[in-house]
C-alpha cells in the first residue's frame, strides 16, 4: 500500500478562487498614472544641479603642428615629452600614427591616466622610439644619456634603449619561436570531423611563413637560402636549435633596422612570442601601399593553438575574447609605428 502523502508545511492550504472570465472585467486596463508637469519640471532642475564629473585635465584642445619635418602632438601650447625630455613627434610620412597619438590623448578625461601605459601604448612605443633615434643620431652612449639626465625627475632612460640589447633580446626568441613548435602525432588535439588537426594546421603555418622568410629575407651572394627548424612534438617539447648562420643573418638584418622599426619588432616579438612573425609584420607593413599580410594574419598566426582550444571547448567570456582583442590592438600599435604613407593630414 503506498505511502500516505506528507504535508510539508503545518499551515492550512488555502486554494486559489479563480474569478469569472466574463462580467467582472470590461474593457482595456486603464492608462498608467502621468506624473504632474511641475513634478516633471522639478525632477529636471534637480538633475542639472547634480555637478558633472570634472575632467580634471590640464589640457583643453589636442592639435598637431609641423615642426621642422615633423608632427609634433601638442597639448594646447605643450608638447609631451618622453622619459629622455624629448618631444614627442613624429615624421611627417607617418600621418596615421600621428593622427592616432592625437587621438589618444584628445579621449583622455584626466591626467592621471597619462601616467598608466595602458592608457597611452602609442605614446609609450612611440616614446621608445623617439629616445633611441635621438641617443643614435647624437651618437651617445648609455652612460652619457643616463650621466645628462641624472638629477632630473623622469629623465632617466632604460639601458634596453640601446640596438644591440635589443637585437639581442628578439634574438632570444629564436630558438623557442611559436611558428617552431610542432603538437606531437598522437595526443588529446582532435579537431571535429573535415576539420584539419592541431598538428597540420601548424605545419602549414610553418612551412607558410619559413617560405615567406626564406624568399625576403636577404643571404650573402651566392649562399643558400636560410634554414630553419622546427620542434616536432613526437620528439618532447625543446627548443628548436637553429644554426648560426641562420642566426647571424637575422643579426645582421635586424641592426640595419631604424629606430622605428625595432621598436616595433620589440614589442610585436612580445606579443607573438614569434620572431619570424613579428619580421613578417614588420617588414610588409613598412610601407602601407603593399600590405600583403596584415594584424589579423599575424594574430592567427601566433594564436593558433589558442584558437584552435576555442574550437573545441568554446570560449571563455573576459578571458579569450579580452585577449583576442588585446593582441591585435598590440599588433595594431606596431603596424601604425613602422607603417610609412606619404599623404599629409589637413590642415588642423
Known amino acids: 500500500m503506498p505511502a500516505a502523502p506528507r504535508q510539508i508545511h503545518t499551515t492550512h492550504s488555502n486554494y486559489a478562487n479563480p474569478l469569472p472570465l466574463g462580467g467582472t472585467v470590461d474593457g482595456p486596463p486603464p492608462d498608467p498614472p502621468v506624473p504632474q508637469p511641475e513634478y516633471i519640471t522639478r525632477n529636471r532642475l534637480r538633475q542639472a544641479a547634480i555637478p558633472k564629473p570634472r575632467t580634471e585635465r590640464f589640457w583643453e584642445d589636442v592639435h598637431l603642428k609641423v615642426v621642422d619635418g615633423r608632427y609634433q602632438i601638442l597639448l594646447d601650447a605643450r608638447s609631451i615629452k ?6 614627442v613627434s613624429v615624421p611627417v610620412n607617418k600621418p596615421l600614427l600621428a593622427y592616432a597619438l592625437q587621438v589618444e590623448w584628445a579621449t583622455m578625461r584626466n591626467s592621471k591616466e597619462a601616467l598608466k601605459s595602458h592608457f597611452i601604448p602609442l605614446t609609450s612605443l612611440t616614446s621608445r622610439a623617439i629616445d633611441l633615434e635621438v641617443a643614435e643620431k647624437d651618437s651617445a652612449s648609455v652612460e652619457t644619456i643616463e650621466a645628462t639626465s641624472e638629477g632630473e625627475e623622469g629623465g632617466e632612460v632604460d639601458v634596453r634603449n640601446t640596438r644591440e640589447q635589443i637585437t639581442d633580446f628578439v634574438m632570444g626568441y629564436l630558438d623557442t619561436d611559436t611558428v617552431f613548435m610542432i603538437s606531437p602525432t598522437r595526443g588529446g588535439h582532435l579537431a571535429a570531423a573535415g576539420e584539419k588537426q592541431l598538428r597540420d594546421r601548424q605545419l602549414d603555418v610553418a612551412h607558410d611563413i619559413i617560405e615567406w ?5 636577404p643571404v650573402p651572394k651566392g649562399e ?3 634554414d630553419f627548424v622546427l620542434s616536432d612534438g613526437d620528439h618532447g617539447i625543446l627548443p628548436s636549435s637553429q644554426s ?3 642566426k647571424q643573418i637575422l643579426r645582421d638584418m635586424i641592426s640595419k ?17 614569434s620572431l619570424l612573425v613579428a619580421l613578417r609584420l614588420v617588414m610588409e607593413n613598412r610601407k602601407t601601399a603593399d600590405i600583403k599580410w596584415d594584424v589579423e594574419d599575424a594574430a592567427k598566426a601566433c594564436n593558433l593553438e589558442t584558437d584552435f582550444q576555442i574550437e573545441q571547448w568554446g570560449l571563455v567570456e573576459d578571458t579569450h575574447d579580452v585577449g583576442h582583442a588585446d593582441l591585435r590592438r598590440g599588433l595594431g600599435a606596431v603596424v601604425l609605428l613602422v607603417s610609412e604613407l606619404n599623404i599629409p593630414l589637413p590642415e588642423q
Open 244 to 246: 648560426d648562420r641562420t
Open 82 to 87: 618622453t622619459s629622455a625630455k624629448n618631444d
Open 257 to 273: 633596422f631604424s629606430a622605428w622599426e625595432l621598436v616595433g619588432l620589440e614589442c610585436a616579438v612580445i606579443l607573438s612570442k
Open 224 to 226: 643558400d637560402k636560410l
Open 213 to 217: 622568410a626564406q624568399e625576403n629575407i
